[in-house]
């Protein structure tokens, strides 16, 4: 009977019903949003980074000849793919990168980049994430068609650049660039190579990424071939690469391998601090993929803050207007609950049906809210939207607007709002309990 007195009064009270149903329905849409457009960062961040500098699990580290050394890279290569491939519950494959930061220069100017020594026939998904750029995105004039061919970065000296790169160089696929390194002996060394293709930008990333043949940089810095800059694990499930880490860190120290204390930074950002301890050789330094990328982490930090500082005003508006509209709607229906009251409903029977009146209102705006917004989000994911700014597209990673919708975010903002409505309610059903029947009868309000 409850459900029935709740239900009804929400048909009897159109209007009202209509305008908060409206409120919560755009507030719902508007949180869904911002929620695919946060988890769309994310899943750009997490491609981006898996694809350009970090596996789900990193086995990287330092090697130091001398006590003021920090040399990126780690010895043994082999062997040490072998223990962690081994030692990998839900593998997916493993690969292995070099790593180096030289200064890259054409005809007309220069940028500083790391390289990225590869393996083209060794990287199962760098077909699919890297995307090459049409001419136009990087040559003034250019033809909107795709050149180069990212096989041919199996050729001896060759280049992957990225469109910005490639428009600040001014170069095309087919050009010369000149890389010059220091060696870690401290002697300059420099080379010539040939772009063999313009990728599209991915963010902030992608400004200072240039690939190259691991042999190139192998000849650049002098290296053994059983050397390398980290060997990167990927995993067929990314929410376990924590627990893997963990996993493979005592694994690695049970081998007689020595590891560094987890940092969760860039190797980057670690080379004062490892060229200032005390220690020789060899020590490994395991990070998962969102320490490679944790300078970048800001931009989701600063989406969440907003999105939370919108819908925390949004809510706040909500709960007034629903307050005000059970104050009007217990003193329109008092002699109304006075008449029940005296037929034998109790006070938490008046209570319930409030609450439940509420609750009703709640689902029903807040589910077509959520379903409008995971529609809207999808359509705009689906037109590939494009970005014209490159400032935006730095933040956002991309140069298309990516949203990403899940069933939690959908189901999370059910709840949150159906919550939000049901104890805006409770005060003014609370009041509405404790009307005595006789002076609710006699009421003329």
Request: charged share 20%.
């Amino acid at each position: 009977m409850i459900f029935t007195i709740a239900w009804r009064n929400l048909i009897q009270a159109k209007r009202r019903t209509f305008f908060l149903s409206a409120a919560l329905a755009m507030v719902t849409m508007m949180l869904v949003l911002l929620m695919s457009l946060s988890g769309g960062l994310t899943d750009t961040m997490i491609r981006s980074a898996t694809t350009l500098s970090a596996g789900h699990v990193n086995v990287a580290g330092f090697y130091k000849a001398s006590k003021s050394d920090a040399a990126p890279i780690i010895t043994g290569t082999a062997e040490l793919k072998k223990l962690v491939a081994e030692n990998t519950p839900g593998l997916d494959y493993i690969i292995d990168r070099h790593r180096g930061w030289a200064r890259v220069i054409s005809d007309t100017s220069s940028l500083q980049a790391g390289l990225t020594g590869i393996d083209i026939n060794d990287e199962p998904n760098f077909f699919d994430r890297v995307q090459l750029a049409p001419e136009a995105d990087y040559v003034e004039g250019g033809a909107n068609v795709v050149k180069g061919d990212l096989k041919n970065l199996s050729r001896p000296n060759s280049a992957l650049i990225f469109a910005a790169q490639a428009k600040r160089l001014a170069v095309g696929v087919g050009d010369a660039l000149t890389v010059t390194i220091e060696t870690l002996s401290g002697a300059r060394n420099t080379t010539e190579v040939t772009v063999v293709a313009v990728a599209k930008d991915v963010g902030m990333l992608s400004n200072w990424s240039v690939f190259m043949p691991k042999e190139t940089i192998l000849d650049l810095y002098r290296l053994s071939p059983d050397t390398s800059g980290a060997v990167m694990v990927y995993l067929k499930d990314i929410e376990q690469a924590p627990q893997v880490m963990e996993h493979l860190t005592k694994v690695l120290n049970e081998h007689g391998y020595k590891t560094m204390e987890h940092e969760p930074n860039p190797f980057f950002m670690k080379f004062e601090k490892v060229a200032g301890e005390d220690w020789l050789g060899q020590k490994l330094d395991l990070t998962i993929w969102r320490d490679e990328v944790s300078f970048l982490t800001w931009v989701l930090k600063a989406v969440d803050s907003v999105s939370f500082f919108l819908i925390l005003i949004a809510a706040a508006t909500i709960v007034l207007g629903i307050m005000n509209s059970m104050y009007i709607a217990v003193r329109e229906r008092t002699r109304e609950i006075g008449t029940v009251r005296a037929i034998g409903m109790g006070k938490w029977s008046i209570l319930a049906m409030f609450m439940v009146e509420a609750v009703f209102l709640g689902i029903g705006a807040t589910g077509l809210g959520a379903g409008l917004g995971a529609l809207v989000a999808t359509l705009i994911d689906v037109a590939k939207i494009r970005v014209p700014s490159e400032a935006v597209q730095a933040v956002l990673m991309s140069d298309t607007l990516h949203l990403l919708v899940t069933p939690t975010q959908i189901v999370g903002a059910i709840v949150t709002f159906t919550t939000i409505t049901a104890l805006s309610a409770l005060w003014p059903a609370f009041r509405a309990s404790r009307l005595q029947p006789v002076q609710a009868i006699q009421s003329t309000t």
